[in-house]
C-alpha cells in the first residue's frame, strides 16, 4: 500500500473516524484504525462494535487531487498515535507506505516515521446493509431533530432501552421520542418520497450524539437505512453504522395530556435566561428545583429559594396567560434542556395542574413537543 | 452599604481576586469574596492565605463613572455563588445594597437576589506593607520575566523551596532563577533608579503563575516591594500580596558550564517542531526521551525509539555546529519548555559532551539562559 494525500484532508477524516474509538474496547484490534487504498480513493475506519464509521476521501473530486500515486492495500495504525502524528506533520502532503512485514513509513517534509502496524485482514468487517431499502433527508433537519431530542434520553442503566431515542417512520412521518421518564422530548417530520415504513427502532443516544458532531452541515442529503439490528446513515463521505437496542420502548403517546387548565404564552429566550438566573441559587438542592408563579393576565414570577444560601425572585411579562391561576415548581435543568430545543421566537406552556405533567410547543408549529413532569414540593 | 456599578467593570474584578480564593481553605470565611465599599470606589477581596489579591474599581476614571450612589460599607459574600450571578444578570448596571442583619440584596433589571452575607469584620486584614521600599518595572517585562523562568519549578514537595522561583536584585539587576534539578530556568533585566537589593527571596510559582493570569497589559507599570516573609504586586487597580518559601534557595550558579565543546546555533522553531514531533512516540517512556546527533557542518539530526510503537527520524539544516561531535538525549519536555521560553528565532545550544548540563542561550541575548540536563541512554 502506498499513496500521497493532502494532510488537512486526512486530519479531518481522522478526526471523524475517532469518534467511534474507544481505548477501552475488548477486541484489541479496534483501539486502531483501518486504512485502506483502492484505486479511486482512501478510506479509514474506526470501530467500538457499538458505532463503525467509515471516511471516504476520493482521490479527486470537483476537480481537485486529494489523493496521488496510489498502490492499493490495506493496514491497521495504532489510533493513539496517529492523529496526532498527522496533525504535526510539517507539509502540506503526506506520504503513507506500508510493506509486508507491516512496517508503515509516513513521510512529510524531512520528518519520517517508522510504525508498526497490524494485518487488517484481522479487522473485523462491516456488516453489508441492503442500501436499496432507504430514505433520504436533508442533513440540518436531521441533526436539529437530533439536538431536539437526545438530551431528554436516560443515562441510568437500570431501563436500558431509555438511553435509546425512539425512531418511528409511518405514513410519511419520521419521529424522534426520548424519555427519561422524568420528561419527555419528542419530533416529527413528513418524509416524502418513500413508502418506508418501521416502528420500534432504538438508537443509542450516545451514537445520535457522534453522529451529530460529524454529520457535515455542508453536504446536502442523508441516506438512512435500517435493519433488524443496526440503522447506517449513508453521506458521499460517510458511512455512520449503529447498532440498535434491544427491546420494547415504552409506549408514550398516553403520557401527553390532551386537555389544559392554563395556558402560557412567552418569549422563549427570556423564560430560558430567567430559569437560569433562578437555578443559581438552586443548584444545591435535588433536581435544581425553581418555582413558576401566574400573577394575573400577562406577568409570571420565578422564585427559588435555597434557605441556607438565599432566595432569587424575578417578574417576566408574558404575551398571554389563559386559564387558572397556577403555582407550580420543575426542574431548572430539564426546563432549560426543553427551551433550548424549542427553536422559536415564543412558546406555549399547557398545565394541567401543579401535578400533573406540562408541555411546551413553539408557537404555530405542533411538530416540536417537550413535556417536564413538575416537582411536588409541599 | 449600597452602590450601584457597571457590571462589566465588576465581573472582571470578581473574576481576579477568585484566583486567590480556593474552596479546600480552612477558614471558613475565605471562601468568600470581601466587598468594601468607600466613598471613592469599591475594593474586592480573595484571599487563600498564601496570595491575597485586591481589585480596585474607582467611582470614576478618566471621565468615565463606574460606580454610583454609594453608601459606604463592607460585606463578605459565598464566592460560591456570587460570581455567577454577576455575570448572567439581566442588565449592563447591578445594584447591590447591604443591610444591618447581613442580608444583601442584587438587584439588575427585573431580577433580585437576596443573599446571606457574613460579616466583613471577621476577615482577615490583609498585611500592611511599606511601600517606600519598592522597586518599579514594566509589566509586560515582568510578565515575560515569570514565563520564561516559573515552568521550571519543581511539582515535587520533597524540597519545598525548588517550588519556588528564587528573585535577587543586586547591582541594579533583577534576577529570576527556578529549577527542578534536572533544569535550570533565568532571566535578568537591569532596573534603573534604586538603590534597593534583596537576595534569596523565593516566591512560590503558584503565586507567579496567578499572577501572570491577572496582571493587565494595559496597565504599564507594576510596582513591587518585599518584605521579610511576603512579597507585594501593586498597579493602580490591583494589589496581588504573595507569602513567601520559607528556606535557603541552593546556589544555582556553579551548575552552569562555563565551557562547551560543541555548540549549535538553530532557528528555535524549527527544532520545536522537530522535537514536538519525534516526542509523539516517545511518550510512553520516562521522560520522553530523544536523541539529537550531529551529522557534519550543518545538520542535525532527531531520532526517538520506542520499540512497541516505532521510531521517528528528522533532519535539521542548523545555522552552524562548532566543536566536537555529539549524540546526547534529553527529556522532550524538558527541551520543547526551554526552547519555548527562548523567544527568539535563532537559538544558540552549548554542549560539554554527552553526560553533562548544557545550555541555551538566544543569538545576541545574554539574559536568558536554559539548563538540562542530559538523559544517560546506554
New interface residues.
Partial sequence: MKFIIQRDQLISSVQDVMKAISSRTVIPILTGIKIEAKKHGISLTGSDSDISIESYIPAEEDDVVNVEQIEEGSIVL?AK?FP??VK???EKTVEIECDESLK?TIRSG???????GQDAEEYPQLPKIQTDNSFEMPIDLLKSMIKQTVFAVSTMETRPILTGVNVNLTNNTLSLVATDSHRLASREVPISDTNIEFKNVVVPGKSLNELNKILDDAEEKVEISVTNNQILFRTKHLYFLSRLLDGNYPETSRLIPEQSKTKIQVKTKELL??I??AS??AREERNNVVRLTTQGDNLIEITSNSP?????????TVHSIEGEELKISFSSKYMIDALKAIEYDEVIISFTGAMRPFIMRPVDDDSILQLILPVRTY
Same sequence: chains 1, 2.
Fill in positions: 495504532q498515535y496526532d502524528i504535526k506533520l510539517p508503515v524531512k520528518a519520517e516515521f517508522n510504525l508498526n435566561s430567567t437560569d438566573r443559581l441559587l441556607e444560601v438565599g432566595n432569587v425572585t424575578e417578574d417576566i
